[in-house]
């Protein structure tokens, strides 16, 4: 079935919903070496052998630090509502400890300054992955959540009248998984469910994020994100069944449960022996975890099949031997289509991921919106034209969006819920983690080489349809 044409979506867009587009400082900024700037654990993964599928680094990435000036016009020329970045912790405050240096301060004030003067709103997010190198046991220590609460009061105290929302942290569902379970993401680390506690504490993390935001007194609206994925079982078993579900808590619910209902989900007797993280938690922590908050970020990106049983370790971002050891394992989406990650496109179950979280936490969810959603493909300039036809993303973000705002709709499966806007992931092809320069999410062509931007179709698409909006 044909999607709707870029000026049918646009005017079907409601007045207000927020159009933007979304990055990483460490996928894009580069700069590696300017100032006073010292190593995140991204810029120490990177460096170790064999972690990265190109043998590429953070060095240079897509150079947004000497060329913001350039994609902000590029956001302007778009129509794009809002922009949502992320701060450098250790460009802003080397070493992770002391106060903020005035080299890093002064990139971001006149970032924030130039999208304000493009009528483009900062959604900022605070810690997006690259947490310094000197948190030697990164986020299985408490004291992580600490530092971020710290580092979130200078940052909004020098930026927080420049700001339209916070995030505090950036899809802790992925570094718990991918960093320190499954050792695909920095810092590499294979501890499976012993992992858990950096579920807790990256989620303290954004509760005292949250206090020192306030408490800086800060203008804008605060939320989290993390990342959802629907999870169905691979057939009817009961043992599919329980897996499938075992995945939903460690994916979604460990996450989002604390955060909107003040405590950790409940889990079936059987498996509560691999959440004995949670067991004893404090009240007050729990407390400080789910605080009220503006808003809830989710991003979506594919559904999950699970199957009793251990497999081969595949992942969606890589093969894990450690993986291999889990009590399930992962199962292709024949049915759909692939993005070059592999990763299914099934549009449907955008609409199944917001039915969850609004059924699952009905009146104490706060508006949401999608700060991120998008795809990678293997996107070439055409040699004669100069042009980069990437039509599989369009159809991609048609749908996509289209599911969304149908869910919401009126008789849709998430009525009810506010949906307050979404953001493409992403801006720019940028240094996508442990895939590198293999990927392109971007709906900005950039050549790595000589770092020249070249809008694709789909951001003219997404240009037409925003123009037509009401």
Do not use: C
Not at 143 to 171: C, Y
Not at 335 to 356: D, K, M, N, R, S
Request: aromatic residues 10%; negative net charge.
């Amino acid at each position: 079935m044909p999607h709707p044409s870029a000026e049918q979506l646009g005017r079907r867009l409601p007045r207000g919903f927020v159009i933007g587009t979304a990055t990483a400082a460490a996928q894009i900024e580069g700069a590696a070496d300017v100032g006073r700037r010292t190593p995140s654990t991204w810029d120490a993964f990177s460096a170790q052998p064999g972690r990265i599928l190109d043998g590429s680094s953070t060095a240079v990435a897509a150079d947004h630090f000497h060329r913001h000036a350039e994609d902000v016009r590029l956001m302007a020329d778009l129509g794009a509502d809002a922009y949502r970045l992320s701060l450098g912790w250790t460009r802003l405050q080397p070493h992770g400890t002391g106060p903020l240096d005035p080299e890093g301060v002064a990139f971001y004030d006149r970032l924030l300054d130039e999208l304000h003067k493009a009528g483009i709103s900062p959604f900022v997010t605070i810690s997006h992955w690259d947490i310094p190198v000197e948190y030697e046991h990164g986020w299985l220590a408490r004291d992580t959540a600490h530092r971020l609460g710290e580092f979130a009061a200078l940052v909004g105290e020098r930026f927080g009248d420049r700001v339209t929302a916070w995030i505090t942290i950036n899809e802790p569902a992925t570094v718990t998984l991918n960093g320190y379970a499954l050792g695909l993401h920095a810092p590499g680390q294979t501890l499976l469910f012993d992992a858990l506690p950096t579920v807790h504490h990256q989620l303290l993390g954004h509760g005292f994020a949250v206090q020192a935001l306030r408490a800086a007194g800060v203008d804008g609206q605060i939320g989290i994100t993390n990342v959802h994925t629907p999870v169905v079982p691979a057939t009817d078993s009961p043992d599919d069944a329980m897996m499938a579900a075992l995945f939903d808590v460690v994916h979604n619910r460990v996450f989002a449960d604390p955060v909107l209902l003040g405590h950790y989900p409940h889990v079936p007797d059987e498996l509560a022996p691999l959440f004995g993280a949670f067991a004893e938690v404090p009240a007050a922590d729990l407390s400080v975890i789910s605080q009220p908050l503006d808003f809830y970020g989710l991003n979506y990106y594919m559904p999950t099949r699970v199957a009793a049983g251990a497999g081969s370790g595949d992942s969606p971002d890589g093969t894990s031997d450690a993986m291999a050891d889990l009590p399930f394992r992962l199962e292709d989406f024949d049915e759909f289509p692939t993005t070059g990650f592999g990763w299914p496109v099934a549009p449907q179950f955008f609409a199944t991921a917001l039915a969850e979280v609004h059924e699952r936490y009905g009146e104490v969810l706060p508006p949401v919106y999608i700060t991120e959603n998008g795809a990678s493909f293997a996107d070439e300039v055409n040699a004669a034209t100069g042009a980069v036809d990437d039509h599989a993303r369009i159809d991609y973000l048609a749908a996509h969006l289209g599911a969304a705002l149908d869910a919401v709709a009126p008789g849709g499966p998430a009525e009810g819920l506010d949906l307050r806007g979404l953001f493409v992931w992403s801006l720019l092809d940028n240094w996508e983690w442990a895939a590198g320069f293999t990927q392109r999410f971007g709906i900005v062509h950039v050549d790595f080489d000589t770092l020249k931007r070249t809008p694709k179709a789909s951001y003219r698409w997404l240009q037409s349809a925003l123009r037509a909006r009401d």
